[in-house]
């Protein structure tokens, strides 16, 4: 309580009594006369108790007498705290950092109308105050690191007292709330920033209020994928159960959409699944919706995600129709599993793998010989693009947007796949294949990914030439017409139908229930022979330095010798617990270049582990002759083409040579063409509609030509092939004999381009 202290007035004056909080601080004048008291209270904080950062003082003020209080001035060891408080609550703010961490003394005066001043009791605080800030670490993602999708940013953070929370930035800017519990993380959605360099911080805060900033980690941001077509090996595909309506077997071979690279694999059985296995953060599985799409279930790693419902009643192609972020960068699986089921309002069962994308972006896998952009011949209007937030392979790509430049890339080969980019900002381009307008390109997509933006298949055994060239134009929705040359896959593989190969004994053909080679826009699904038959051989004839048999490894595969040029080398035991298509089984080495054979004949004999004996011929890679002849495509519009009466020309379809062909089932109808060279080969197609034509060299019928496709059609297909001319002019002619296989649809005969060497 307070005290009161006595004192002599003068004798004019009245006594004065004064009752203070700590006792009297000083009299009053000597002529004033004053009754009354002001008593002076800190109300908060309490004695004894430790503070820390800018807290309230607080004081009460009781008035006996009749005297006013004017204000309060607050004090810390006797030093004035801020000004004078005149109304009441008296309060005022005090920073205790501004003192040491000790004890220290609070008093509070009032101040009366007479500016007499009544002081309280003092209070004694001890001040702590942490003035140690807290350490704070990124601890993932890694400096340089590549980010696409969803990320999760972490880091590590301690305090001497304790961390209050952390915050993390990218280029300065707040991402999400701050993390109060460790461990500290956000989840960052990439594609809110631009591609390109990011730099990443986290603020660390202690309860007192000290903030340290982490080192920055600088990452790149990159919103390219990489897309792998239904036909990427990285895919298994595993049979489902028959069911009236929904054969097991996958279908991979479908072309009746636009789908991305013209084809797609289709299943409508329960249990069927498409397993791909991919390294990244981000994968988005591009399928179809549609009134007649079915139920899929969806597994990550392994794990079961979803069930997805693919029905809609409008049909919507190269959909994204599952994706998922957020993955720790590394290796993972997403599985498709067809259920066999449907919505009610379906009226199909389908589920469709068109393809699928991943991020960040990486280079494709090589299908072939690899050749990069840095070897093509280049017109003026190319620029190098450097690789920053893309997977160029081998580190670069050209890239234009003048009209008219050109990269020219003459290969050996049968295929040739050009690497590219396709996105919001790429335009139209022009594909020339051996001096013929091939195709015309829109890369625009409403994202950007690195893929085979174009392929041609099926190509004669020899030299070519392959053009891309830029067009100036580009889709309506795209922001620029930029066109990007990555590199260039070449491979040199035939087929297991093609002529060079000639079979003996029992083979039985089987296909389009597996991802066999050769699965294409051209052809559709790929086949396969095969045979269990001691004695039954496949034989290649070729020229050139090796050649590579491509078959299958599994469960149920048997033993098959293997001969080269006449003489036998080994045993091929194709034998392997699960199955592998597309297989190396057997690669020729050490031969001279000039003209070979390598045969497969199956033994009937069998790895005591396999179930059966089946040996399987899928195709065959070959090292050809530098000595191979150069190709020259002429279109079937060209001057050195005639047609008589009954000949139409189709409209505008990509998967023709040059996007034309001309078709007739009228008897008699004939094209003949005229060149100048030692071989001819008319290109054409087999098809449902196909009919008889009869081909004439030089005025003389040399064959006739069934063109039915008793499975799938053919396009830009090998119709017939002259080769060992004199040098000089000839004339090859095709006529309609108005004759047809009986189970094809019509007669018609389809001429879409001449090759000549």
């Given at each position: 309580m307070g005290k009161t202290q006595p004192f002599r007035p003068t004798?004019?004056?009245?006594?004065?009594?004064?009752?203070?909080?700590?006792?009297?601080?000083?009299?009053?004048?000597?002529?004033?006369?004053?009754?009354?008291?002001?008593?002076?209270?800190?109300?908060?904080?309490?004695?004894?108790?430790?503070?820390?950062?800018?807290?309230?003082?607080?004081?009460?003020?009781?008035?006996?007498?009749?005297?006013?209080?004017?204000?309060?001035q607050f004090q810390v060891d006797g030093v004035n705290v801020g000004a004078e408080d005149t109304a009441s609550p008296y309060s005022v703010q005090w920073d205790t950092r501004a003192v040491s961490n000790a004890s220290h003394t609070l008093t509070a005066v009032a101040r009366d109308a007479l500016g007499v001043l009544w002081t309280s009791d003092p209070v004694t605080v001890t001040v702590f105050n942490d003035k140690t800030p807290p350490t704070v670490a990124l601890t993932s993602p890694a400096s340089g690191a590549v980010l696409a999708g969803t990320a999760t940013v972490t880091a590590s953070a301690s305090d001497n007292v304790g961390v209050a929370g952390v915050r993390f930035f990218v280029d300065g800017a707040p991402i999400g709330a701050e993390d109060t519990t460790a461990p500290y993380s956000v989840d960052w959605d990439t594609t809110t920033a631009a591609s390109g360099s990011r730099t990443l911080t986290a603020v660390a805060r202690d309860a007192a209020g000290n903030t340290t900033t982490s080192a920055p980690v600088v990452v790149i941001v990159s919103q390219t994928a990489t897309r792998f077509e239904n036909t990427s090996l990285a895919i298994t595909y595993t049979n489902g159960?028959?069911?009236?309506?929904?054969?097991?077997?996958?279908?991979?071979?479908?072309?009746?959409?636009?789908?991305?690279?013209?084809?797609?694999?289709?299943?409508?059985?329960?249990?069927?699944?498409?397993?791909?296995?991919?390294?990244?953060?981000?994968?988005?599985?591009?399928?179809?919706?549609?009134?007649?799409?079915?139920?899929?279930?969806?597994?990550?790693d392994d794990v079961f995600v979803t069930e997805l419902d693919l029905y809609q009643t409008t049909e919507?192609?190269?959909?994204?129709?599952?994706?998922?972020?957020?993955?720790?960068?590394?290796?993972?699986?997403?599985?498709?599993?067809?259920?066999?089921r449907k919505n009610p309002s379906s009226v199909d069962y389908a589920v469709v793998v068109d393809a699928f994308?991943?991020?960040?972006?990486?280079?494709?896998?090589?299908?072939?010989?690899?050749?990069?952009?840095?070897?093509?011949?280049?017109?003026?209007?190319?620029?190098?693009?450097?690789?920053?937030?893309?997977?160029?392979?081998?580190?670069?790509?050209?890239?234009?947007?003048?009209?008219?430049?050109?990269?020219?890339?003459?290969?050996?080969?049968?295929?040739?796949?050009?690497?590219?980019?396709?996105?919001?900002?790429?335009?139209?381009?022009?594909?020339?294949?051996?001096?013929?307008?091939?195709?015309?390109?829109?890369?625009?997509?409403?994202?950007?990914?690195?893929?085979v933006v174009f392929e041609a298949t099926t190509l004669a055994p020899a030299h070519h030439t392959l053009t891309i060239e830029t067009t100036g134009r580009m889709n309506a929705l795209a922001t620029d017409k930029l066109v990007v040359v990555d590199a260039l896959d070449v491979r040199a593989r035939l087929e297991e139908s093609d002529p060079s190969i000639a079979y003996s004994g029992s083979w039985r053909g089987t296909g389009l229930d597996a991802a066999w080679s050769g699965s294409s826009g051209n052809t559709g699904a790929g086949t396969v022979l095969f045979s269990g038959t001691s004695g039954s051989q496949?034989?290649?004839?070729?020229?050139?330095?090796?050649?590579s048999w491509i078959g299958i490894r599994a469960p149920w595969s048997g033993i098959a010798h293997v001969s080269v040029d006449g003489a036998f080398v080994t045993d091929v035991d194709t034998y392997a617990p699960t199955?592998?298509?597309?297989?190396?089984?057997?690669?020729?080495?050490?031969?001279?270049?000039?003209?070979?054979?390598?045969?497969?004949?199956?033994?009937?004999?069998?790895?005591?582990?396999?179930?059966?004996?089946?040996?399987?011929?899928?195709?065959?890679?070959?090292?050809?002759?530098?000595?191979?002849?150069?190709?020259?495509?002429?279109?079937?519009?060209?001057?050195?083409?005639?047609?008589?009466?009954?000949?139409?020309?189709?409209?505008?379809?990509n998967f023709w040579s040059g996007e034309t062909a001309g078709y007739s089932g009228v008897t008699g109808a004939r094209v003949?063409?005229?060149?100048?060279?030692?071989?001819?080969?008319?290109?054409?197609?087999?098809?449902f509609n196909g009919g008889i034509a009869r081909v004439?060299?030089?005025?003389?019928?040399?064959?006739?030509?069934?063109?039915?496709?008793?499975?799938?059609?053919?396009?830009?297909?090998?119709?017939?092939?002259?080769?060992?001319?004199?040098?000089?002019?000839?004339?090859?002619?095709?006529?309609?004999?108005?004759?047809?296989?009986?189970?094809?649809?019509?007669?018609?005969?389809?001429?879409?381009?001449?090759?000549?060497?």
């Open positions: 004798a004019c004056a009245a006594a004065l009594f004064v009752t203070l909080g700590l006792g009297l601080l000083s009299t009053p004048p000597a002529a004033a006369q004053v009754s009354g008291s002001l008593v002076v209270t800190i109300t908060s904080p309490t004695s004894g108790s430790t503070v820390g950062g800018t807290i309230p003082i607080n004081a009460s003020v009781t008035t006996i007498g009749g005297l006013t209080v004017q204000g309060v159960t028959t069911a009236p309506g929904q054969p097991g077997q996958w279908w991979h071979g479908s072309r009746s959409r636009g789908w991305s690279l013209k084809i797609a694999s289709f299943n409508r059985s329960a249990g069927a699944q498409a397993r791909f296995q991919f390294t990244g953060t981000t994968v988005r599985w591009i399928g179809f919706r549609a009134p007649w799409a079915g139920i899929a279930r969806v597994y990550v919507e192609p190269l959909t994204v129709v599952f994706s998922r972020t957020g993955l720790s960068y590394g290796p993972h699986s997403l599985t498709v599993e067809s259920t066999g994308d991943v991020a960040p972006a990486s280079p494709l896998p090589v299908e072939g010989t690899r050749t990069e952009e840095s070897a093509l011949n280049l017109t003026a209007g190319w620029s190098t693009a450097e690789a920053t937030t893309r997977a160029w392979s081998g580190g670069t790509a050209v890239v234009s947007a003048t009209a008219g430049a050109q990269a020219t890339f003459s290969f050996l080969g049968t295929e040739v796949r050009w690497l590219g980019l396709r996105g919001p900002q790429t335009g139209i381009a022009r594909v020339y294949l051996d001096g013929a307008f091939q195709a015309e390109i829109d890369l625009y997509w409403p994202w950007e990914y690195e893929a496949a034989t290649i004839n070729f020229t050139g330095s090796s050649a199955e592998q298509v597309q297989a190396v089984l057997f690669t020729t080495t050490g031969l001279t270049d000039g003209h070979h054979t390598l045969t497969i004949e199956p033994t009937g004999t069998k790895n005591p582990a396999s179930i059966d004996v089946w040996v399987m011929v899928d195709a065959f890679d070959l090292v050809l002759s530098p000595s191979a002849p150069t190709i020259t495509r002429l279109q079937e519009l060209d001057p050195s083409a005639s047609y008589s009466d009954g000949w139409t020309q189709g409209t505008r379809f003949t063409f005229t060149f100048s060279g030692t071989a001819v080969t008319w290109v054409g197609q087999l098809s004439l060299l030089d005025g003389v019928e040399v064959a006739q030509v069934d063109t039915f496709a008793p499975v799938q059609e053919v396009f830009q297909a090998a119709m017939y092939s002259a080769t060992g001319l004199a040098a000089g002019s000839h004339t090859l002619a095709i006529e309609n004999t108005g004759q047809k296989n009986p189970a094809a649809q019509n007669t018609w005969v389809i001429v879409d381009a001449f090759d000549v060497y």
